[in-house]
């Protein structure tokens, strides 16, 4: 998930060849290559259950009727370029104005068939249809604002003439013509329909949608271009159904229908007969509802639920207290998968591994949660939950590796071939795959019938643990075009040039753009929040969302009331992937929510420069042995010629400990480094380092799902020879740039205990074996599970062989004890001062400077005069050398400085060591330690605390 480049490596690219995307850059877009992955096993919406069976998982759809109406070139002689109706290369942008790259001189119409019957046969079109003038017209400004895209085109206007006929041809097959004088037909193409639906079905943007009512069950859907819109009504537990008409609302498009008090509880779909381009006739569509509340297992049909139902309500669920709210500089977040937190772990009841009912017992897991939440920790942060495809919902529909995995040798290669034979029909998948937004996953649920309940019963037992629910959404996509475009066709995905739905997200990319598809996003969001409580949300590849949809978004979630909606939405945060890239990059259709466009809003973007600069190197590095600041760059050289000369490496080095300052300021835009450069003027691979107007609005990370874990990145990157403990103390260091800078700190759940993925650089669909999370320390971190596998790794297998036969580099209890105690230390640390939450630009500014250091050091000395009841300053070094230094600070000459208590107190003797000689203020740091130091008050006083300052947090 983690840059421009990272999304295209990553689990997104699918199984297309290699394509260029853009990357970020304040200025100017520079290209870089794309590379093809293995993320979906699924595609098209089908997905293979067993070899003889398929069923459909897409946003139930099967086309019942058909009538192809042979659109496209065909007959005698080879057809002109321009002239190509199974094209959509004209673009109806409101209802008065039609975009297309067209000779202007011609004589242009939009010719509309109510059957589908326009078709191109012997260099003409048949089919008798009706037609739109259209004049030669120019673009407004409005107009070229909202389309930047199309702002080139021809602008044609519809003759005010023919006005009364536009409703009518949006429900039919449209196809823009061009003729010259003598009425030879030169150009003619299909039509894109998003904007003028936009424009015509405005007052859609405010009908009610989706299931509702008390009593009385009502059920309403959009589909503005539909001929006819029945609702299928199944009689329990039967394939019988029974079909209703539903009325149409012509202001809005708008189909609905009032029910009988006995459809509670029943299976439905909606019947949608409209004319399709993709099968160039009319066709009648069976659709799950876009507002599904419910599924059957599988998603194959919506159910009709009233959420407010006792049945779907955990005890105690009315009433939830949530933890403290959490403003986003403050926040630190564990991103966790829902099968990774007990599928593993035998202190769980068999039955309830890998499902949302782990969280409510009281097993190694949540004992370990509730444990991280008293250090500090705040966030829980969840992989996708809402229902995807990838994974079949019915325990007995799925398959799991059948070897003993764990008898294989460390660097085998059996592993991963046995997780592969059942990798589509297992249990396991990341999940990015959307087939419902607004349903919970069913593979989760003990019983997919369950869902709803078990995902409230996972939510409240988190909040009871003391921390907050994040959920990981993904609206920039849909697992196919199966889902939502039946309904209605060429609406909710992105359309590029010529009518193909961009694939630059991995598969079917969305458009929020569109008001209804935007609307669909903002009520889903809001209906997380209130129904299911969730406390924030993370949005997948966000650049590929308009910045005034997130903005919605906020304004949404910030209209909900303790008192009117049961949360205080206020308190949720959202965060998200801002990249640039693909057919929206460089604001080429719209604002996007990108990193340096959010800046002001608020909403939190993922700093990839922390992570490379604390990593080293990139993610798709050919040689994954690029070392970095937290990676042994600093004075423990690998070796590897991918280094470059020892110059090179001092050259690095120096620029990676700039962006390491520039994460710690919270990726602050214009705060001003010791260089003198502000952190917009430091250079990341061409863009500008820092981004941010406020340090809530930078997400900092050195891993997440996406990518090696830290721990297997550093296997790759530092010296082989490298002992345990000294791994360990560079994971700790490298956490430590993210736990204690400014901003949201976020955690791949276990790199506080070395997790490994057995050096698997893409797991998503790497089964419970490569995934797993190891509560037991005696069962290791997962490293030498064997080769990771080979879609996507094969390339670092020679790299990755030598190190997983090594037993050097497998931890033991004493190794991932020391780690998990640290990374405590480090979130207590955190919670113990208001210097790691400043919370705005000036406040850092004012209290953040970084003291002269030795090359592979940095200190961060934080001025807390009136701020911190207790200290006057916390200064922290991060020593990542492997020698010991001592950090002169003459400002602290005469005070009380200390070791920090936490510090004082911890359970790594080297840290202990660290030292602060008040008459001097200089401080001995040991090699591979970050030591934090405090300064009391000159003459200690008694102070009330600061309001905002929340007390030291112990372990129980
Ligand atoms: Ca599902
Ligand atoms: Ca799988």
């Known amino acids: 998930m983690m840059d421009g480049r990272t999304a295209l490596a990553g689990r997104r690219a699918g199984r297309r060849a290699p394509g260029r995307v853009a990357e970020i850059s304040r200025n100017h877009c520079k290209q870089v290559w794309r590379r093809p992955s293995l ?133 039919a097959q449209v196809v823009a013509v061009g003729r010259d004088a003598g009425g030879t037909l030169l150009a003619a193409t299909g039509v894109q329909l998003p904007g003028v639906l936009d424009d015509v079905y405005a007052e859609a943007a405010t009908a009610w949608l989706g299931p509702a009512g008390r009593l009385i ?15 299928a009504l199944y009689a329990p537990g039967s394939e019988r159904r029974r079909v209703h008409r539903m009325r149409r609302d012509d202001r809005t498009g708008v189909w609905s ?387 470059g000369t020892e110059e090179e490496q001092r050259a690095r080095l120096a620029a990676c400990t700039e962006l390491v300052k520039v994460g710690l300021t919270g990726s602050l835009r214009d705060y001003v480094l010791p260089s003198g450069r502000k952190g917009c003027e430091v250079d990341y691979n061409g863009s500008p380092a820092g981004y941010t107007a406020a340090p809530g609005e930078a997400v900092a990370y050195v891993d997440a799902h996406d990518n090696e874990t830290l721990f297997d990145a550093l296997a790759y990157k530092l010296p082989q020879w490298t002992p345990m403990a000294d791994r360990v103390r560079m994971q700790v260091l490298s956490l430590a740039t993210v736990v204690l800078a400014q901003g949201t700190a976020f955690v791949l759940a276990g790199s506080e205990r070395l997790r490994s993925k057995s050096l698997d650089r893409n797991s998503y669909d790497s089964g419970d074996w490569f995934n797993r999370l190891l509560w037991d320390c005696s069962e290791g971190n997962g490293f030498g599970a064997g080769l990771p596998p080979r879609a996507g790794n094969e390339a670092a297998w020679p790299y990755a062989k030598p190190l997983l036969e090594d037993p050097g580099l497998r931890p033991g209890r004493a190794a991932v004890e020391a780690c998990r105690a640290a990374f405590g230390e480090l979130l207590r640390i955190r919670t113990s001062s208001p210097a790691f939450a400043l919370g705005s630009a000036d406040e850092v500014r004012r209290r953040l400077s970084f003291p002269g250091s030795a090359e592979g050091l940095i200190t961060m000395h934080v001025d807390t005069t009136g701020l911190d009841p207790r200290w006057t300053s916390v200064t922290v070094v991060f020593n990542a050398t492997p020698y010991a230094h001592v950090q002169a600070m003459p400002g602290l000459a005469g005070r009380a400085v200390s070791l920090h208590p936490v510090q004082q107190g911890s359970g790594d003797a080297v840290v202990r060591g660290s030292a602060a000689d008040p008459a001097t203020g200089a401080l001995s740091v040991p090699a591979r330690t970050v030591a934090v130091f405090v300064a009391a008050p000159e003459t200690p006083h008694p102070e009330t605390p600061h309001p905002e300052t929340p007390p030291l947090r112990r372990r129980p």
């Open 39 to 171: 993320r979906y096993a699924a595609r098209a919406g089908q997905m293979v259950i067993s070899p003889s069976h398929r069923v459909n998982v897409g946003w139930r759809f099967r086309v019942i009727r058909s009538r192809p109406a042979g659109t496209g070139a065909e007959g005698a002689g080879p057809p002109r370029a321009d002239v190509d109706p199974a094209k959509a290369r004209a673009c109806w942008i409101d209802r008065d104005t039609v975009a297309w790259q067209v000779e202007p001189s011609l004589r242009h119409t939009l010719a509309f068939s109510a059957d589908g019957g326009i078709a191109l046969r012997g260099g003409e079109l048949t089919g008798d249809p009706r037609l739109i003038r259209l004049a030669p017209g120019a673009w407004s400004e409005e107009q070229r604002r909202q389309w930047p895209h199309l702002a080139s085109f021809t602008a044609l206007t519809v003759d005010p003439r023919d006005a009364g006929l536009v409703k009518g041809a949006l429900r």
């Open 257 to 643: 229908v009032r029910g009988r008090p006995t459809w509670w509880g029943r299976e439905y779909t909606f019947l949608v007969t409209v004319y399709s381009p993709r099968h160039g006739g009319i066709v009648t569509n069976e659709v799950t509802d876009p507002y599904s509340l419910a599924v059957a297992p599988d998603g194959v049909r919506s159910r009709l639920v009233d959420l407010d139902a006792a049945a779907l309500k955990p005890r105690g669920w009315d009433r939830l207290a949530k933890p403290a709210a959490v403003p986003q500089h403050r926040a630190s977040i564990y991103e966790l998968h829902v099968r990774d937190f007990s599928a593993s772990d035998a202190t769980v009841p068999a039955a309830l591994r890998g499902t949302y009912a782990a969280f409510r017992g009281d097993g190694a897991g949540m004992r370990e949660l509730r444990a991280l939440a008293a250090d500090g920790l705040t966030h829980v942060h969840l992989l996708p939950v809402f229902d995807f495809a990838t994974v079949p919902e019915r325990a007995a529909d799925r398959s799991e590796p059948a070897c003993d995995l764990a008898a294989f040798p460390p660097a085998s290669e059996r592993q991963q071939e046995c997780v592969a034979r059942t990798a589509a029909t297992d249990s396991y998948n990341w999940g990015y795959d959307p087939l419902h937004y607004t349903v919970p996953e069913g593979s989760y649920a003990t019983d997919p019938d369950e869902r709803t309940k078990e995902f409230r019963g996972m939510v409240a037992a988190l909040n009871r643990a003391g921390l907050r629910v994040v959920m990981d959404v993904v609206y920039n996509h849909t697992c196919s075009t199966e889902v939502l475009d039946p309904i209605v066709p060429g609406y909710y995905h992105r359309l590029l040039d010529d009518g193909t739905v961009a694939t630059s997200t991995c598969c079917a990319g969305t458009a929020p753009e569109h008001t209804m598809m935007g609307r669909l996003i903002v009520d889903s969001v809001v209906t997380w929040a209130t129904r299911y409580k969730v406390d924030g949300f993370r949005f997948d590849l966000m650049g590929h969302h308009p910045k005034a949809g997130m903005l919605a978004v906020r304004a949404a979630l910030d209209a909900l009331t303790l008192r009117e909606d049961g949360v205080d939405g206020k308190s949720i945060i959202l965060y998200g992937e801002g990249w640039n890239f693909g057919e929206v990059a460089c604001d080429a259709r719209f604002e996007q929510a990108t990193q340096a466009n959010l800046a002001g809003t608020g909403i939190g973007t993922f700093t990839d420069r922390l992570r490379d600069a604390v990593r080293g190197g990139g993610p798709f590095d050919a040689d994954p042995r690029v070392q970095g600041f937290g990676s042994g760059l600093a004075g423990a050289p690998n070796g590897a010629p991918v280094n």
């Open 217 to 231: 069950p009502r059920l309403a859907v959009w589909a503005p271009t539909a001929r006819t819109v029945e609702l």
